[in-house]
């Protein structure tokens, strides 16, 4: 029973490694990123209005949405360079919530330009 089990647990494990990798969806990316244009803009609004609520879920709005291509594969390059650039984004994006609420503007100004930095980079790379 115990042998079984192990075994199980493997092949569960095999499987969850698996289904982490996807091969790269166009569809899903382009609404990935229609979340990500509009949250910018929102997150630049919230700021201009110094309203950290409106600020900050524009910002984890990013960071959610983005959590799911990680591990996608590239339309094309380095899978490594994805993966960083999307987790980079993902850290830009919490920062920016965090320093919303703690109100501080001119930080959250600063991430705010992080994350179009990045998408500069990850658009250079990968979008044809
Ligand atoms: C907040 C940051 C970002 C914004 C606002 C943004 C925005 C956009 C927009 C508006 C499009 C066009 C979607 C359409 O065709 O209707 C697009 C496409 C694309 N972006 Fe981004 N992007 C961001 C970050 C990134 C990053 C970090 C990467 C890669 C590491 C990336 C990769 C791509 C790719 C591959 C496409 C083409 C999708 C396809 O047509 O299959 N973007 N992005």
Avoid at 7 to 32: E, P, W
Avoid at 103 to 123: C, F, N, T, V
């Amino acid at each position: 029973m115990k042998k079984y089990l192990g075994a199980a647990c493997f092949a569960l494990l095999v499987l969850s490694g698996v289904s982490a990798q996807s091969a790269y969806d166009s569809s899903k990316v382009v609404d990935v990123m229609h979340v990500n244009g509009g949250s910018l803009r929102a997150a630049k609004a919230g700021i201009d209005a110094t309203d950290p609520k409106a600020a900050a879920d524009a910002f984890n709005a990013i960071a959610k949405a983005d959590a799911s291509l990680l591990g996608m594969d590239p339309p094309k390059g380095s899978k490594e360079d994805w993966n960083k650039l999307f987790g980079d984004l993902i850290a830009a994006a919490k920062k920016g919530a965090a320093d919303s609420t703690a109100k501080d503007w001119e930080s959250a100004k600063a991430d705010l330009a992080s994350l179009r930095a990045i998408m500069g980079k990850g658009h250079a790379e990968f979008r044809s």
